[in-house]
């Protein structure tokens, strides 16, 4: 069963100002604008900052879990040899509503799927969910010094907690807000 969590604990992730600099180093080495995305417009370090935020916060609500499980299948009761076509239909639907019930239910999240849903939100949009998901990526690569690294991996790890994915989005919030565009020090927005 995953790991899930309604609470941070302690983070054994260490982000220091030199990671956040090493990221940025990585980000200005990018083949592609890294605060540009799917809609062809440039984002600001702020809008990509206030996606982790309220990321963050609505995995502090709902609570995280380090990989998604479909839930279990339901049973689809036999029907009665004498239930009519319309009773028949009617047991139908109600079993298909129970089942997309269980799979939108407001459980633990994953960070990949917080961050999904706060696009949908007055907090965020695709392109601010996607450069987020590339900083958050960024991030990963300068902790562990691997360039092929990837955020969702590296999330779905057997020992990863809730309190690390609080600390990365947090870092990644401070690294659009200090590198993104319209920041004073807008290092990587120069693509």
Request: charged share 20%.
């Amino acid at each position: 069963m995953p790991q899930t969590s309604t609470a941070p604990t302690e983070s054994s992730v260490v982000i220091t100002t030199e990671t956040l600099e090493k990221a940025a180093q990585l980000a200005r080495d990018l083949h592609s604008p890294l605060w540009i995305s799917h809609s062809g417009e440039q984002s600001s370090g702020e809008s990509v900052a206030r996606h982790l935020d309220a990321t963050d916060v609505l995995l502090d609500t709902v609570g995280w879990t380090r990989t998604w499980t479909k839930p279990s299948p339901g049973q689809l009761p036999p029907s009665d040899p004498g239930a009519s076509a319309e009773d028949m239909l009617r047991q139908l639907l109600a079993y298909l509503r129970d089942e997309d019930e269980a799979l939108h239910s407001d459980g633990p999240l994953t960070a990949v799927d917080a961050l999904a849903h706060t696009e949908g939100t007055e907090h965020g949009d695709t392109d601010t969910r996607s450069i987020a998901l590339d900083v958050l990526t960024l991030l990963v690569r300068a902790l562990t010094g691997q360039s092929d690294a990837h955020f969702a991996p590296w999330e779905a790890r057997l020992h990863r907690t809730h309190a690390d994915i609080t600390a990365l989005l947090a870092a990644a919030a401070r690294f659009a807000r200090t590198y993104g565009p319209g920041a004073p020090h807008s290092g990587p927005s120069a693509d």
